[in-house]
């Protein structure tokens, strides 16, 4: 039914196929709820439903319920209309959106391109949020492998198993060729260059990371500031802090400075970002005069901010075709190394006060 439609219903109809296939979703929403997410009538919700029923996508309604979906229909039926394109899946950690991040954006866009020229299609999926979801997807599709975004040990171990290559991106299972940016490596860096701009009170803190990966980058971190004569202390270097929202995250930062406030700060990306100055800001914290700011990732918003924001960053393009090449030989049978580390680009920024 793609391509021209005659009818508005039919053009939501293959929307909402495409969603529930990006998403993994399994109930539906409700028809209000539906028609307010697409923009459309009642009307076109009611009879773009009855048409999906009538092809065994999703179930028939029954009282008082949600509307089931037939994950595995809805996948095969997309792969016979785009014919046999061999196709490669991007597979996304799970959220609460559809969106992934800049940089997963990003390293997508240029994977798609290059597998293009190959003849290959690339389409992405967020992780679903049970494996009986993933295996009705991968069971429609047969793709040809996956590229797995920052996806749970036990997805990608469930897609081995299922016979299928996977390279992964900013994941952790010691199954797959994997790149990756040493994140103790990088908050170290960032340190450094605090401490090159002569701030002594630096902070990291951790949000929402698990007890396991916080204990693993004390361990090394421990290592690091030893090696160059430094104490560490992880509740001072590295706070951790739990939470659903920005007051969890300034209740805990409320601690932080309430002892030994620290010059310049540590956060992870753009929302921990606009978290901490909020904070700061809320509390006459000038920027970067009282405190200062490194943020370890990059994102196109900071392009619109002022002081312009000291962060890392990595070449997305060459990232992109170095995880291309792991693909394709991947699926050739070719052997190739274990884990690649993503180096990480420095980028100086007025945030970051030299005392």
Same mark, same amino acid.
């Given at each position: 039914m793609k391509g021209r439609y005659t009818h508005r219903w039919q053009q939501f109809a293959d929307d909402l196929l495409d969603d529930i296939l990006h998403t993994g979703i399994e109930v539906l929403p409700g028809m209000r709820a539906l028609g307010k997410q697409y923009q459309v009538s009642r009307s076109t919700v009611e009879r773009a439903l009855e048409y999906l029923v009538e092809l065994r996508f999703i179930h028939a309604p029954v009282h008082g319920k949600a509307r089931q979906v037939h994950l595995e229909n809805v996948a095969r039926s997309l792969q016979k209309d785009e014919g046999s394109i061999p196709k490669v899946l991007f597979l996304v950690a799970s959220s609460d959106t559809v969106q992934i991040t800049h940089t997963g954006r990003k390293i997508y866009t240029s994977a798609r391109n290059l597998l293009a020229e190959e003849g290959i299609q690339l389409d992405y999926i967020v992780q679903p949020h049970s494996l009986s979801q993933l295996n009705s997807i991968l069971t429609g599709l047969k793709p040809l492998g996956i590229i797995a975004y920052g996806t749970s040990a036990l997805i990608v171990d469930e897609i081995i198993d299922a016979g299928y290559p996977v390279i992964g991106i900013g994941c952790s299972s010691a199954r797959i060729p994997r790149f990756n940016t040493d994140y103790s490596e990088l908050i170290l860096s960032a340190m450094q260059r605090a401490w090159a701009a002569g701030h002594q009170l630096v902070c990291c803190p951790l949000w929402n990371r698990k007890i396991d990966i916080q204990a693993q980058l004390s361990d090394q971190l421990s290592t690091h500031f030893a090696e160059v004569g430094k104490q560490f202390s992880a509740t001072y270097h590295l706070p951790d802090i739990q939470?659903? +929202?920005?007051?969890?995250?300034?209740? $805990? %930062? !409320? +601690?932080?400075?309430?002892?030994?406030? @620290? +010059?310049?700060?540590? *956060?992870?990306?753009?929302?921990?970002?606009?978290? $901490?100055?909020?904070?700061?800001? $809320?509390?006459?914290?000038?920027? @970067?005069? !009282?405190?200062?700011?490194?943020? %370890?990732?990059? !994102?196109?918003?900071? !392009?619109?901010? +002022?002081?312009?924001?000291?962060?890392?960053?990595?070449?997305?393009?060459?990232?992109?075709?170095?995880? *291309?090449?792991?693909m394709l030989s991947r699926m050739k049978g070719s052997e190739i190394c274990d884990e690649v580390e993503v180096e990480s680009i420095w980028n100086p920024g007025a945030s970051l006060k030299i005392q």
């Open positions: 939470g659903s +929202s920005p007051v969890d995250y300034h209740q $805990a %930062l !409320d +601690s932080l400075f309430a002892y030994t406030p @620290p +010059s310049c700060l540590i *956060v992870g990306n753009f929302a921990q970002y606009l978290m $901490a100055t909020s904070y700061l800001s $809320a509390r006459n914290f000038r920027i @970067p005069e !009282d405190v200062s700011l490194i943020v %370890l990732s990059a !994102d196109p918003y900071y !392009d619109y901010i +002022s002081p312009s924001i000291a962060h890392f960053s990595i070449d997305l393009e060459e990232c992109s075709a170095q995880v *291309v090449l792991a």
